[in-house]
């Protein structure tokens, strides 16, 4: 029984370093939410985790076409050069990596491009203008932590439920050697 115990010990052990392992976009460029006033030249996104060569991204626009990307990875960066001009808009980025541990975790963020200034007479301007001068990043900085820990949340879904088979395996082994044990006396 001691043996059963130190082996279920083991294999819980093991599986918990598995999945204290979380790979997750760290910073990217532009931010999600991010209204950017020139057209972006390359989109940078960093991982914590070194990518594996078949990760990529698409950017796509608000209508659903894909604006052409040169993607190039860099350890922990995936960084894309524009390939065709980027109207202003919406557009949204997909991601799909493979990190160094092997498993395959995807994720989306939006920007908008807004290039063009509204013409607004001077005098309007002057009374509307904030005396505030706000900081973009402050303002994204909560919602990519809320991005980030939402796919914390669902990249743990898989290995709850292994761990949880893995319980339940140890258990019904458990008991049928038990069960065993009792019938032999």
């Known amino acids: 029984m001691k043996k059963i115990l130190l082996l279920t010990l083991f294999i819980l052990l093991l599986s918990?370093?598995?999945?204290s392992a979380h790979t997750a976009l760290e910073e990217s460029s532009p931010v999600d939410g991010e209204t950017v006033a020139e057209e972006p030249r390359e989109i940078v996104l960093e991982f914590n985790t070194s990518l594996e060569e078949a990760s990529s991204f698409t950017v796509e626009n608000a209508e659903g076409e894909e604006i052409p990307?040169?993607?190039?990875?860099e350890d922990q960066k995936m960084i894309g050069t524009l390939g065709a001009a980027m109207a202003d808009g919406e557009y949204t980025v997909n991601w799909k990596i493979i990190g160094a541990d092997g498993h395959p975790i995807e994720g989306t963020y939006a920007f908008t491009v807004k290039t063009e200034e509204e013409t607004v007479p001077a005098e309007e301007n002057e009374e509307t203008a904030d005396p505030v001068s706000e900081d973009p990043e402050?303002?994204?900085a909560p919602l990519l932590e809320e991005?980030?820990?939402d796919q914390e949340e669902s990249?743990?879904?898989p290995y709850v439920m292994v761990i949880v088979l893995m319980v339940l395996a140890v258990i019904a082994v458990g008991t049928l050697m038990w069960a065993a044990k009792r019938r032999e006396n």
Not at 16 to 19: I, K, L, Q, R, T
């Open 155 to 157: 990249s743990n879904a």
């Open 69 to 73: 990307f040169g993607v190039t990875i």
């Open 138 to 140: 402050q303002e994204t």
């Open 147 to 149: 991005q980030q820990t």
């Open 16 to 19: 918990s370093a598995v999945v």
